[in-house]
């Protein structure tokens, strides 16, 4: 999955800086980038001498559209309180080892981090291809035991007690998400000049989620921000998570976040009205039809069965899913706005710019939808 550097780091000043910072990690490297890491850039650290692998992730260059994103320095200290805390088989919450922290832009130009390299599988695909039926439930269920186990770790047990506000939850996020829309609308095409523009519905939508009466009841727990299945690492053979990515929108916050992002699946999946193309989407994810896909009240069920938390009281789900969708427009667009000033990491990043529209006009008519039902039953 790693390739040729689309971002060129200066690699003689890193080595500098590991040689003293991290002895263990042996110089000279050679350096490639991962094709993922929409938001921060990452690479793949092979130390010549030893052959040991890591990863560095890193902000990107130039000036940042949005203050708030790219927080690899956040990355870095949940994952390192993460990793510290308790024993294997105790609750442990998978992460890769944590190396160093580097907040001088002189090294490589942004600040940086270096963690151990997981050797697993990552499936973009979220049907998870290529394994049996048996193996596919196996490896649903265990996202969903890891996320639970996210859940259920009081934040001032491993030292995150001030990682986040303790309520108020979604009406902050809709507020940031708000703030960072706005500036990424205006943002114009180095080349055509064109504005990257609203999202479709953007009014209405903010207007339904600001509605206290419609909201979630308010919860607190230690959050990932964007926990997926192609943000896990499965163990190469047993159908396990070894391993939890990509934390920069980790918080403390109202747990239905993580658990809405997590089943987005079963809400894009064919014939949604996003494309066959979408990173969202799979032809091969069909509930009641692919062999070994668990339902997404199974899922649900489980969830609720290792938490003190069961979002399916109260309809919470689909204000949750709804509200899933219109944060993932808002990060596509974000998408297209470090695309429109040639910012962006992936390779992939013009076909997920372009999902911003059709996301948030799905997420209105899972809002629409959702208000029918509710007067039907009146």
């Known amino acids: ?58 902000k990107p260059p130039g000036k940042l559209v949005s203050k708030s994103a790219h927080q690899v320095e956040r990355e870095y200290r949940v994952m390192k309180a993460l990793g510290e805390a308790g024993a294997e088989g105790d609750g442990k919450v998978p992460v890769p080892r944590m190396y160093c922290l580097c ?4 090294v490589i130009g942004t600040p940086f981090y270096v963690m151990g390299f997981l050797d697993g599988r990552i499936f973009e695909d979220f049907s998870i291809p290529g394994v049996t039926p048996a193996e596919r439930t196996a490896m649903w269920e265990d996202a969903i035991r890891t996320l639970a186990a996210l859940h259920s770790i009081p934040p001032g047990s491993i030292g995150l007690d001030n990682f986040g506000r303790t309520s108020g939850f979604y009406p902050r996020q809709l507020k940031t ?15 055509t000049g064109r504005p990257v ?60 976040s993580d658990l809405s992002n997590l089943l987005t699946a079963f809400t894009t999946t064919p014939g949604s009205g996003l494309s066959p193309t979408s990173h969202l989407s799979s032809s091969a994810f069909l509930p009641g039809q692919t062999p070994g896909l668990p339902t997404k009240d199974h899922l649900l069920a489980l969830y609720a069965s290792l938490t003190s938390y069961d979002p399916r009281m109260g309809g919470e789900v689909a204000w949750g899913a709804a509200f899933n969708l219109f ?51 009146l």
């Open 1 to 58: 999955m790693a390739g040729p550097m689309r971002q060129v780091i200066d690699q003689a000043k890193l080595e500098r800086y590991l040689s003293e910072a991290v002895p263990e990690i042996k110089v000279p490297l050679e350096i490639k980038q991962f094709g993922f890491g929409q938001s921060n850039p990452t690479y793949q650290l092979t130390s010549i001498p030893t052959g040991a692998r890591y990863v560095l992730r890193k």
């Open 103 to 106: 907040e001088d832009d002189a």
């Open 177 to 191: 998400w708000t703030t960072i829309c706005r500036a990424q609308s205006p943002v114009r095409d180095v080349d």
């Open 197 to 256: 523009g609203d999202l479709p519905r953007m009014g209405d939508l903010v207007g339904y989620f600001a509605d206290a009466e419609k909201q979630p009841v308010d919860r607190s727990t230690l959050v990932h921000g964007d926990y997926k299945i192609d943000n896990l690492v499965f163990h190469k053979t047993e159908p396990r998570v070894i391993g939890i990515l990509d934390w920069e929108m980790s918080t403390i916050g109202h747990p239905l």
């Open 327 to 377: 944060r993932l427009a808002a990060v596509c667009q974000g998408i297209a706005a470090r695309h429109a000033v040639r910012q962006a990491s992936s390779e992939k990043a013009a076909v997920h710019a372009a999902e911003r529209g059709p996301l948030a006009e799905l997420a209105w008519a899972m809002v629409v939808e959702k208000e029918r039902s509710n007067k039907a039953k």
